[in-house]
């Protein structure tokens, strides 16, 4: 009669510490997409960012060749713009 007893007040706290484990575990898997997903926004924003800094550091109709690689050899270049 005390085993049973002894049984269930056993079971019931356990039952209590698995509940508490996975309620925090799933407030941290939360926690980690809600990371994981701030992270991708901000990667994509500097992607985004970086992307188009190297689309406008060159502009259009200007290529590198037209720009002396010596020096003095500043020969008048047409630049196609």
Not at 27 to 48: C, H, P, R, W
């Amino acid at each position: 009669m005390l085993v049973r007893m002894f049984r269930k007040i056993r079971l019931r706290w356990l039952k209590l510490k698995y509940l508490c484990m996975l309620k925090k575990l799933k407030e941290s898997y939360k926690n980690m997409v809600k990371d994981l997903m701030e992270a991708g926004a901000s990667i994509e924003t500097f992607q985004q960012r970086i992307f188009m800094e190297t689309t406008f550091a060159i502009p259009m109709g200007v290529s590198l060749s037209s720009y002396p690689s010596i020096p003095g050899s500043d020969l008048p270049r047409t630049l196609y713009i």
